[in-house]
């Protein structure tokens, strides 16, 4: 999944986030499908929930305003894969969960840290793994840029 948030009207969002499950219950309904599911995005990593409006975002050097409506979005599209969920036996991840993951389990990936925060080599890694995906899903005009 590529979903960039940013230029996505907030009244739109959780709409957005709704169809964006019930696509992926859809298109991933068949067994012999992927369980992981890449999620490249403009907002920040999935792991650092932001507690209240944040004026810029970790993933985006133009995404400057994080609102509740964006919480929210993320908050649906996360719960989907939860254990009652749509999407649940479905996992979600994302680069820098798997970078963390890399470095853990090979030891020999030498990235030093202030590139990978550099939004422009961290959405150039992300489209690199997009264009494997077996399955790309594109967002409706209400729903992406």
């Not at 995005?41 to 209240?52: A, G, M």
Request: glycine share 6%; proline share 3%; with cysteine.
């Amino acid at each position: 999944v590529y979903w960039r948030l940013e230029r996505v009207p907030v009244e739109n969002l959780a709409w957005c986030a709704a169809s964006l499950v019930s696509t992926l219950r859809s298109v991933l309904d068949d067994d012999s499908g992927p369980r992981l599911i890449w999620f490249a995005t403009d907002y920040h990593t999935l792991s650092e929930q932001p507690s209240s409006v944040k004026t810029k975002s970790a993933k985006s050097g133009t995404f400057r305003a994080i609102t509740p409506e964006h919480e929210e979005a993320i908050n649906i599209l996360q719960d989907a894969f939860q254990t009652g969920g749509d999407l649940e036996g479905y996992a979600m991840t994302e680069l820098s969960s798997q970078i963390k993951k890399l470095r853990m389990f090979e030891g020999n990936v030498q990235l030093e840290e202030d590139v990978l925060e550099d939004s422009g080599v961290s959405g150039i890694l992300d489209k690199l793994v997009s264009m494997q995906s077996q399955v790309f899903v594109s967002g409706s005009r209400a729903c992406s840029k």
